[in-house]
């Protein structure tokens, strides 16, 4: 199957600064990747759907100040959270369709996710 | 808007017994159902999904479900559980129209009794 990639899957970092996740896929192509925030014990929760070369769709709730999402190529599209706080540390998950593959189109393949820490 | 309900927090099974996780949906064309599972600071798996057709579908892992539009429901079973799938699992339902975007359930831990 599809495979996703996040990098880095584990990252602490001080308040105040700001963090870069990657998310790729790795063997096909993909317009739209979707970040998903889950916290401890909890569900995955939709930020927003990134969308490769236009402005990424934001959630209800979602600050996109704080959240910013850039989709630079049909395999890559990054998350920064900005000026980050001890509430941001959180596991964030980004998944991508294989918009190829009409039979399974609605079928996401998630990355191993992202272990974010803001001392 | 599309919701998912997983009414069982937590699960407790003893080792080869039968499971089965309960997952309610609202949404209001076909629904596009995934089960997934994870485990702890695992990203999430895939189990088995429905999309049309035959309304039981079977899994990895020894895995099935069993979609009911009657009832709104998408129940994951297993006829004998072992040690190894202790870990948290999800429901989920995705809207194809709305960029295929999926809603998660609030998710069901099992734990798995020697």
């Known amino acids: 199957g599809a495979v996703v990639s996040q990098h880095p899957s584990r990252v602490i970092c001080k308040s105040g600064t700001s963090v870069k996740i990657e998310c790729r896929s790795l063997d096909f192509q993909a317009t739209t990747m979707f970040w998903y925030r889950q916290f401890p014990k909890k569900s995955l929760m939709l930020m927003a759907t990134?969308?490769?070369?236009?402005?990424?769709?934001?959630e209800q709730g979602v600050e996109k100040d704080k959240f910013l999402i850039n989709h630079a190529s049909l395999t890559l599209s990054t998350l920064t959270v900005t000026s980050a706080h001890p509430e941001d540390s959180s596991f964030y998950i980004c998944?991508?369709?294989?918009?190829?593959?009409?039979?399974?189109?609605?079928?996401?393949?998630f990355g191993p996710g992202t272990r974010l820490t803001v001392l | 808007a599309q919701s998912v309900t997983q009414p069982d927090i937590h699960i407790t099974v003893s080792e080869g017994a039968s499971l089965e996780l309960r997952c309610n949906y609202s949404?209001?064309?076909?629904?596009?159902l995934f089960w997934y599972v994870q485990s702890p600071g695992q990203g999430l798996q895939l189990l088995l999904k429905?999309?049309?057709?035959?309304?039981l579908v079977q899994g990895i892992k020894g895995f099935e479900a069993e979609f009911k539009r009657s009832q709104s429901s998408f129940n994951l079973r297993k006829p004998s559980v072992h040690w190894s799938d202790a870990a948290e699992y999800f429901c989920a339902v995705a809207s194809g129209g709305d960029a295929g975007k999926s809603t998660f359930g609030d998710g069901t831990t099992l734990t798995v009794k020697p």
């Open positions: 990134s969308n490769e070369g236009s402005k990424a769709t934001y």
């Open positions: 949404y209001g064309a076909t629904p596009y």
């Open positions: 998944s991508a369709r294989d918009e190829q593959d009409v039979t399974n189109y609605n079928e996401q393949f």
């Open positions: 429905y999309f049309s057709g035959d309304t």
